[in-house]
């Protein structure tokens, strides 16, 4: 309201006689705690925001002065008391608006209670919420000491025992149900503290887990389909006490990694481990020097059959019937004798060589590793 000369007059002021007892309006003088439920949130950046730096809301209340009738009316610009009350420790939410249209006395939006700072009406500050009357509590006599928290989807519990689970459920609507743009199939999805130390991580149904077994010291990792393990810059290192098993139900296991995967353990075992790993670099050692020793004894061996034969192919010639060249010839026998006789020996040390290689096999299989 303005004055002839442009003077703003608040719409809490009224004429009233000089002397009133009243000293001022019931919009100043408000001390009352109020039941409301919350109509509209006005975030900072709404023109109708009063504030401009926190969300404000429009909370709809229902109350009796004395013996007068019910009064309904909207208190606005109402902001929400905080756990901390700090700029650099904070804690904020927002609160649900009703979007039942209006079709009940009670819908759908955040009951809160509210108290206007000095009693002014245009700064009622929201101290919390108080059930709602249409929620059910579903506790029974042994539920014992408990805690149950869900915001928008995500549920967070403590039992009597103090066993912690967070519960993914996606988006939800003021009645607690789904939202339509959430998706159904990913409702599910949970983290579990159990009382023995134990951890468990798990997808809707459990169909991919996680399982930090605390008590028999193991890890346990399922997946239905794939479980891939990529490491861009560095080592995959898996390190347990105890247990770790890595199990797929349907699909495949693997391990994509830029460098090294590295297993430093007691011993791998692959499938029914009924054989053990060959030690390459050992195995191939041996064999180097097996390869050398045959290669230059099947050179002299070349030589002295090669010498061998030659003497004997010339020697041949000289006996031809009518023997005339025996004599000429006994020496192309000699030599062909010798270097036979010299051969026979080096098929032994052949011999000798493989079953030297031979009686060093324990040694090229790993007493570790084992493999179908």
Same mark, same amino acid.
């Given at each position: ?14 004429? $009233? ?15 009352? =705690? ?9 975030? *900072? ?15 709809? +209340? ?7 009738? @019910? +009064? ?24 649900? *608006? ?15 209670? =509210? ?17 709602? @009357? ?12 408990? =805690? ?6 995500? #549920? ?12 993914? #459920? ?20 949970? +983290?579990?503290?159990? &009382? ?7 997808? *809707? ?75 390459? $670099? ?6 180097? +020097?097996?390869? !050398? ?35 000429? !010839?006994? @020496? ?10 010299? !051969?026979? @020996? ?9 079953? !030297? ?10 007493? &570790?590793?084992?493999?179908?």
């Amino acid at each position: 309201m303005y004055l002839s000369d442009g003077t703003f007059i608040p719409s809490y002021l009224g004429v $009233t006689s000089r002397g009133s007892d009243s000293g001022s309006t019931s919009m100043l003088n408000d001390y009352v =705690l109020r039941f409301g439920e919350v109509k509209k949130v006005v975030f *900072p950046d709404d023109p109708q925001s009063y504030g401009k730096n926190t969300v404000e809301y429009e909370v709809e +209340v229902q109350y009796r002065e004395g013996n007068g009738s @019910p +009064v309904t009316s909207i208190y606005r610009g109402c902001t929400t008391s905080t756990l901390f009350g700090g700029a650099a420790d904070r804690f904020h939410a927002t609160l649900r *608006p009703d979007s039942s249209g209006g079709d009940s006395a009670i819908g759908n939006g955040s009951k809160v209670l =509210l108290l206007c700072l000095s009693g002014d009406q245009q700064k009622a500050i929201i101290l919390g919420g108080i059930e709602d @009357p249409s929620v059910a509590r579903k506790e029974k006599k042994d539920s014992g000491h408990n =805690l149950h928290f869900e915001f928008n989807g995500v #549920r967070f519990t403590i039992d009597a025992e103090g066993q912690a689970t967070m519960t993914f #459920r996606g988006a939800t609507k003021p009645n607690g149900k789904l939202s339509d743009k959430a998706d159904t199939a990913a409702e599910g999805s949970f +983290v579990k503290f159990s &009382k023995n130390g134990s951890i468990l991580i798990g997808s *809707p149904k459990e169909d991919q887990s996680i399982e930090i077994d605390h008590e028999n010291k193991s890890i346990y990792v399922y997946a239905q389909k794939d479980w891939l393990l990529q490491v861009v810059n560095g080592n995959a290192s898996v390190q347990a006490a105890k247990d770790v098993n890595f199990q797929s139900k349907s699909g495949a296991m693997n391990v994509n990694t830029a460098l090294n995967v590295n297993i430093k353990s007691l011993g791998v075992l692959v499938g029914s481990a009924s054989d053990a790993w060959l030690k390459g $670099t050992t195995y191939r050692t041996n064999q180097g +020097v097996l390869h !050398a020793q045959m290669s230059s004894t099947f050179g002299t061996l070349a030589g002295l059959v090669s010498a061998a034969g030659a003497s004997l192919t010339a020697g041949s010639a000289l006996n031809a019937i009518p023997v005339v060249g025996g004599l000429l !010839a006994a @020496p192309l026998f000699i030599t062909a004798g010798v270097s036979l006789t010299s !051969a026979g @020996p080096l098929f032994g040390a052949m011999a000798g060589y493989i079953q !030297a290689f031979e009686g060093q096999s324990f040694s090229y299989l790993s007493l &570790k590793n084992k493999g179908d």
